[in-house]
């Protein structure tokens, strides 16, 4: 497979089909091909070859369908391409197994696997397993969601194993079938009827397992017993005595993990005096916790700190009297705790209890106030993890403290928003409070930090529990209910959002198509979902909504949204445009009552600023809720997360897509390619970042992308990558000599030396090579042969263009003595680079970087260092290298030879003209001692050499500056004084003059040792072949260090060879070479196309 489709080792091949892809109106059998990464399909026969390579995270929609064109088919729809595949053995496994792996590219694409998906699917233990082992590794994998999904369990939770058996229930004296679920650290069993029974036993709670003697009533039974002495009895087993042996080796396990719990029996685990299954966090302060309870020691060193370490705030700021003598409220209350406490009298109380659909009805009549908080943490799985992790928030809070970060200064910013008309949130209290909370979670989980409408969640969750028992609600709400909504794009709510939508089309069809042409979902739904109804209901009635959801999940969110826009219908029909509609739903939402809360009603702050002279009658709360539970109660949570896959491929497509047009637009409008061209080579260059995902680097994935940058600098690759790249897309194409190129290009637009590229760099890099003029072409040709661009390895002698580039100050300020100007633009941004990698990534580093980015440095052509005689040899091998595949080749050959020749004369002639004013300058100049060269032994290069600036063995250009040079050349004609002192109306000769006059000391061979006359056209070219005196120069041979060219000198030199200038000037289409690289990227390939190259198999 990976040699059929070109792939590496690293890409892994899950499974493989037998199907047809349809292609046009003829199937073509062959074969599916699914790996971790990409899509493939094979097909060959008669004689034509389809091949088809489809990476998952170009998927924008998959969908299983059957139609009279194609029956029982596969849909798979990408941004340019509808795929359709049919004739399937097992439609049903494939479907489920591409939708796990698009799934898995759309966490990739997300990038917050950490706290959300195993980045990866488990490796194999071992190294030569075959493919099917993949395969069921990914099975697991979903299973093992299914199972935390279903009982609300931690992300760490695995599952080993589940069998069918019933479930003795004492409340109705029934044996209940059902599958019982075993991982390390639960036993959980959940009826074959949705609403029949859950049942969750964490194995830290268990004293007894034992088997109880079989009869023809009770088959296999197994008895489990709990620390509060609950004793649950499973029967039907088909492998029970595995299934004790199972059970036994985790509970080994499980005691020795015990906090608290010095022995390793479990006979010290029975003899605890608290169980941990009644948490009744309420109660802390009256009931402390037991040695033996893990929260025990958390609590009391919280305790110490703040009153809201052990209780919620509503008991520190409860302003009402007390239940009994608020009448008609009170009794309500006094009623609903009543009934509750039978519950528990019959099904159980704590995280052992049998929920059942009586639970359910009792959370939809009301939690009371003062079981709010024990039943949050227990319905939405927080207990469990805040007693396996004891001591875990009291760090957090002690590690963030004093921390300064983007995430802390938001926090801060929106600390006083939180329920400001709620007495708790009007004083430091509670501020600090919901402070300490906040910031532990965002120092918990950087990747999400802190997210707009966590403050006002978190604030409701301070009111009905402690600071600690807030914090574990916060993490079940963020990382495990609510998966994605609070990051920075908001993608889970984005998500949920297209569901609503696809409800409201459903339910309500009517409807739907006029909220479409308003646009009102889009701008209610977020505010509606993020913050549970809290920020556009009445408080009293919202925690209602939230007592809800922590038992039922989105499920009750999305029927009471629907519920809201069906009871609206006839209004919003009426609605001329969204303004009009939003007040409606506005004010609707108002005025739902709860009408049996016992707190004193606190005044909703939309409500005061939307009401009217005309109030829309009062709506309660329970009503609502029943009407949404009889109307839309065929939502089932399996529908719910099936739709969410499908619209998360659409969602995360679409900020894939705008994330696309941000980073084009903020591409300087004269880089010159069109916005298609650019949206086209972010494409491309996303698509090569994305490999270092699939097939592994150099350099770690999350060192190449850092979601908190802004969109342009997220997406980085490296030199390889990059060589790749340029090799397809580069209109300068130098055959062998291309990847030598191409690393010289990468080390010039790596200014801040982290050995990776952004996409504005790269863009950058291609516009020099596409767009510009002849003298801007030839700029970039002329740096990618100095330094930095240049490796050492490749010039080892570019003393003076090192010197240009070096980031020494004080060669800096001497160069700037000299030269009478700044070290050019290359070196500020190479400083600025350095800066990068060194201060804190925070968004006062990235306005700087911003403001230096506007300032507008014009870099001139006196800018430019000297280029010494083998750097020269370089660049003319670059251009006989790009030469090489041009039509008009021998042209070229002979127009590069000519201006070879002339410019090493003028180099020659230079460096004689610069001898007479040396020598002077020399005597001026004790301290310098050098030898004559060996072949000149009155060389005048070395009387020109001046005092080294910097490191004593540079000579960084000393001569630089010569003062008056004699006034005679046989080349170029009457000079001037010193360089970049002629003024603008000099002609061209004049400039070049001045330029001979003040040569580096640089040289490959003798001051006349070369002969021009003597120099073959090939060997200019070439630079290395035997007749060349050039050649010994890499070597060691004879060196002289006079000889250097201008970039003017160039310029001048090409501009005489019109066929030169034409090839320059030239324009070049970049759409047809990145065509050509997303195709060689799909790997898509038609029957025509391998006939017309001839390919076979």
Not at 203 to 229: G, M, W
Not at 949 to 967: M, S, W
Not at 1012 to 1034: F, H, N, Q
Not at 1082 to 1087: G, H
């Amino acid at each position: 497979m990976r040699k059929q489709f070109g792939m590496p080792e690293g890409e892994k091949l899950v499974n493989y089909y037998s199907c047809s892809y349809w292609k046009g109106r003829v199937p073509r059998q062959g074969w599916l091909y699914l790996t971790v990464n990409h899509l493939c399909f094979y097909s060959f026969l008669l004689g034509k070859e389809v091949s088809l390579v489809v990476q998952w995270v170009d998927v924008t929609g998959l969908e299983k369908n059957a139609t009279l064109l194609f029956p029982e088919s596969i849909r798979v729809d990408t941004r340019d391409q509808e795929l359709f595949f049919s004739m399937f053995l097992n439609i049903g496994e494939t479907f489920k197994l591409m939708e796990q792996l698009a799934n898995l590219a759309m966490r990739q694409l997300l990038d917050n696997e950490g706290f959300l998906e195993d980045k990866a699917p488990p490796r194999p233990a071992q190294p030569h397993r075959n493919i099917s082992a993949l395969k069921r590794d990914l099975d697991a994998r979903a299973k093992n969601e299914y199972y935390r999904a279903m009982f609300r369990l931690p992300r760490d939770e695995r599952l080993d194993g589940h069998t069918s058996c019933t479930l003795w229930t004492p409340f109705n004296k029934l044996h209940i079938p059902g599958q019982m679920f075993i991982s390390s650290n639960y036993i959980c069993f959940a009826s074959k009827e949705e609403d029949g029974c859950h049942l969750i036993i964490p194995l830290r709670e268990v004293t007894i397992v034992e088997k109880a003697d079989s009869s023809s009533v009770l088959p296999s039974p197994l008895s489990i017993s709990t620390k509060n002495k609950m004793t649950f009895l499973f029967a039907n087993l088909k492998d029970r005595d595995f299934l004790v042996e199972k059970i036994a080796d985790f509970l080994l396990k499980t005691s020795s993990k015990q906090p608290g719990d010095n022995s390793a029996g479990r006979k010290a685990s029975v003899m605890d005096p608290a169980p941990e299954s009644s948490p009744a966090p309420q109660e802390a302060p009256e009931q402390p916790a037991s040695p033996g309870s893990p929260c025990g020691g958390c609590q009391s060193s919280l305790a110490q700190e703040a009153p809201t370490a052990s209780q919620g705030l509503l008991k520190l700021f409860r302003r009402n009297a007390p239940v009994e003598d608020l009448g008609a409220k009170g009794a309500k209350e006094k009623m609903k705790e009543e009934l509750w406490n039978i519950h528990f009298s019959e099904y159980g109380r704590g995280v052992c209890m049998y929920r059942t659909a009586k639970t359910r009805d009792l959370v939809l009549k009301g939690i009371p106030e003062g079981l709010r908080g024990e039943l949050w943490l227990l319905f939405s799985g927080a207990w469990n993890e805040m007693v396996t992790h004891p001591g875990y928030y009291s760090e957090l809070v002690e590690k963030s403290t004093g921390r300064y970060s983007l995430a802390t200064e938001e926090i801060e910013r929106d600390l006083h928003r939180s329920m400001p008309e709620h007495p708790a949130f009007q004083n430091e209290l509670g501020i600090a409070a919901l402070r300490r909370v906040l910031t532990a979670y965002a120092f918990r989980n950087p990747t999400i930090g802190y997210c707009q409408a966590m403050n006002i969640v978190t604030s409701v969750l301070l009111l009905y529990g402690s600071e600690e028992e807030a914090f574990w609600l916060l993490v079940a709400l963020c990382e495990r209910m609510l998966p994605d909504y609070y990051n920075t794009r908001v993608v889970g709510a984005l998500v949920d959002q297209g569901i609503f939508e696809e409800l409201t089309r459903d339910f309500l069809p009517q409807l739907s198509e006029k909220m479409q042409d308003l646009g009102v979902i889009a701008s209610i739904s977020l505010s509606w979902f993020l913050t549970l109804f809290l920020s556009v209901m009445p408080f009293e009635s919202a925690v209602v909504i939230v007592d809800c959801f922590f038992y039922e999940g989105i499920k009750v969110v999305l029927q009471l949204a629907l519920a809201i826009l069906d009871a609206n219908m006839k209004k919003l029909l009426d609605c001329s445009d969204e303004g009009e509609a939003m007040t409606i739903l506005g004010r609707y939402l108002d005025n739902v009552v709860n009408k049996q809360s016992v707190s004193p009603p606190i005044p909703h702050l939309h409500a005061l600023l939307t009401s009217g002279d005309d109030p829309p009658e009062e709506v309660d709360i329970f009503d609502l809720l029943k009407v949404s539970y009889e109307k839309f109660s065929s939502l089932r949570a399996d529908d719910i997360e099936q739709m969410r896959f499908k619209q998360r491929l659409k969602v995360i497509q679409s900020l894939e897509d705008t994330a696309k047009r941000s980073v084009v637009r903020a591409i300087p409008g004269d880089i010159g390619f069109s916005v298609e061209e650019l949206e086209d080579l972010y494409m491309v260059f996303k698509a090569k970042h994305l490999a270092s995902q699939y097939w592994g680097s150099s350099r770690p994935t999350a060192v190449r992308r850092d979601p908190s940058l802004p969109y342009l600098e997220q997406y980085r690759i490296d030199a390889s990558q990059f060589q790749e790249l340029f090799a397809s897309l580069t209109p300068w194409a130098c055959g062998a000599h291309t990847p030598v190129l191409a690393g010289r290009m990468f080390r010039l637009l790596d200014r801040n030396k982290d050995s990776l590229i952004n996409f504005k760099e790269f863009v950058t890099g291609m516009s020099g090579m596409y767009h510009g003029d002849l003298t801007e072409k030839l700029k970039v040709l002329y740096k990618l042969h100095l330094p930095p661009a240049l490796s050492p390895e490749e010039a080892e002698s570019a003393l003076e263009a090192a010197h240009y580039f070096t980031e020494d100050s004080s060669s800096e300020e001497a160069l700037r003595q000299e030269e009478g100007e700044g070290a050019g633009s290359e070196d500020v941004q190479g400083k600025g680079g350095e800066e990068k990698g060194t201060s804190p990534p925070d968004y006062r580093h990235y306005l700087q970087m911003w403001a230096k980015e506007k300032e507008v440095q014009k870099e001139t052509i006196k800018d430019f260092p000297k280029m010494n005689q083998e750097q020269f040899i370089e660049l003319c091998k670059t251009l006989y290298n790009m030469f090489s595949e041009d039509s008009r080749e021998q042209a070229l050959y002979h127009a590069i030879a000519t201006v070879a020749s002339l410019l090493l004369r003028i180099g020659e002639v230079g460096k004689r003209f610069s001898a007479q004013p040396g020598r002077k300058s020399r005597d001026g100049a004790p301290g310098e001692d050098q030898p004559p060269a060996p072949d000149t032994p009155q060389d005048p290069a070395q009387e020109l050499q001046p005092p080294a600036v910097g490191d004593p063995q540079a000579r960084a250009g000393g001569d630089t500056q010569l003062g008056k040079a004699p006034q005679e050349s046989q080349v170029v004609g009457d000079g001037g004084g010193g360089e970049g002192l002629g003024s603008p109306s000099q002609r061209l000769s004049d400039d070049e003059t001045k330029d001979d006059m003040s040569m580096s000391s640089y040289s490959v061979v003798s001051t006349g040792s070369l002969q021009c006359e003597d120099l073959a056209d090939d060997t200019v070219l070439v630079g290395g072949e035997a007749r060349s005196p050039l050649a010994p120069s890499r070597n060691g041979g004879s060196v002289d260090t006079d000889w250097s060219i201008s970039f003017e000198q160039i310029l001048a030199s090409i501009l005489t060879e019109s066929v030169l200038v034409n090839f320059f000037e030239k324009r070049m289409d970049i759409g047809l070479k990145i065509k050509d690289q997303r195709k060689v990227e799909r790997q898509f390939s038609s029957s025509s196309d391998h006939e017309h190259s001839g390919v076979s198999s």
